[in-house]
């Protein structure tokens, strides 16, 4: 008998010839039910924003069956419908808006996309107040240290002799 194609989009099965693939491929029936098939997965958001732009089918809401199926033009959603869209889109939005916590810490993923969203921002940095640790006990009563064991403190920073007696 020779190889068949088989469409998954159309079911349906066929010669399996480059001519005749093409000429499937091309038709205006794949290529709606392929669309039809990728609709199913869109995005509450896309949906919303494309149903809430058309006007209800009056042929589908009073029989419940239009012609067109999903390539009418008109909308086929309920109002619950589109209410459930506008629920799903608002958690989806919520959930944007709060830091997801992953194990008690907040997702680092969004840390770093906010940091580098507005890098020119001033941070908290410039308002932290560095900690100036006190010198050791049993180090207060020695005189005679080397610099480099000296306690670091903003004067003692500023100063380069300091620097140079390290070397």
């Known amino acids: 008998m020779g190889r068949r194609y ?9 010669k399996d010839d480059p001519e005749a693939r093409k000429k499937h491929l091309s038709s205006l029936q794949h290529t709606k039910n392929r669309a039809d098939h990728y609709n199913m997965f869109k995005d509450p958001e896309a949906i919303l924003k494309e149903e809430s732009a058309k006007i209800p089918c009056k042929w589908y809401l ?7 199926g999903l390539g009418c033009r008109y909308s086929h959603y309920t109002p619950p419908m589109i209410w459930e869209l506008q629920r799903l889109v608002a958690m989806k939005y919520q959930s944007k808006l709060n830091v997801t916590l ?7 993923d969004d840390i770093i996309k906010e940091y580098f969203e507005n890098p020119t921002s001033t941070s908290d940095a410039d308002d932290f107040i560095y900690p100036v640790w006190p010198r050791p006990l049993e180090l207060q009563n020695c005189s005679m240290l080397p610099p480099s064991l000296w306690p670091i403190t903003p004067e003692s920073l500023a ?6 007696e390290w070397s």
């Open 6 to 14: 088989y469409c998954e989009y159309c079911d349906r099965s066929f």
């Open 62 to 68: 009073s029989g419940g069956d239009c012609a067109f």
């Open 102 to 108: 992953q194990n008690g810490w907040p997702n680092t």
């Open 159 to 164: 100063n380069t002799k300091t620097f140079k």
